[in-house]
């Protein structure tokens, strides 16, 4: 690996705690620490004709995404056939395999769909680990606040994703509906 360009004086100094109005040092009184739990990525599982399909929200990113193979399989409309330059962190870029493909998803809350733009690329993430949803979808089933009739998931990930959501399609992002004693 290339040598660290941090100093190593850095290492034997208490945390610094930053107050992010005034700007001043200060002394916390007490302190939430990160989670050593997986991260929280917002999945869900979308059935398109008669396949299930990996959906990750991402609100990190500006533009959305699905797996080329996925558009073509699904028969997507092809807006733009060319490649593109798409860039990601530290000025990295590259150009993807397909070209830009067009859907309507929903139904919204209001019965309306959405009409979204995705960029076909050859691989989007990596292989997530599948996460049970059972426990959750009971205590959600006895808490009564959602229907009866409401469809849940069995389960989210346990694969790679195939549509990234990106934060230009805000009017497709989960909204928080509550929240369980758990």
Not at 7 to 27: E, K, Q, R, W, Y
Not at 119 to 135: E, H, M, R, V
Not at 145 to 170: A, E, F, M, R, W
Request: hydrophobic content about 35%; aromatic content about 10%; some cysteine.
């Amino acid at each position: 690996p290339p040598a660290s360009k941090s100093s190593p004086s850095l290492s034997s100094i208490p945390v610094p705690a930053f107050d992010t109005v005034s700007g001043n040092m200060v002394a916390p009184g007490a302190v939430a620490y990160s989670s050593s739990e997986d991260s929280l990525y917002i999945f869900q599982m979308v059935k398109l004709k008669d396949k299930e399909y990996l959906l990750f929200f991402d609100s990190g990113g500006s533009g959305n995404l699905i797996k080329g193979s996925v558009a073509e399989e699904l028969q997507l409309k092809l807006v733009d056939r060319r490649t593109q330059l798409i860039g990601s962190l530290a000025d990295k870029s590259m150009y993807t395999e397909y070209g830009l493909y067009s859907c309507q998803l929903g139904p919204l809350p209001d019965q309306s769909f959405a009409e979204i733009s995705l960029q076909g690329i050859g691989k989007i993430t990596s292989d997530f680990p599948s996460y049970d949803l059972s426990a959750i979808v009971s205590e959600v089933r006895n808490s009564n606040i959602l229907s009866q009739n409401t469809v849940y998931p069995s389960h989210v990930g346990g694969q790679s994703v195939d549509i990234l959501i990106g934060c230009k399609t805000p009017y497709l992002m989960p909204k928080l509906l509550f929240w369980l004693p758990s």
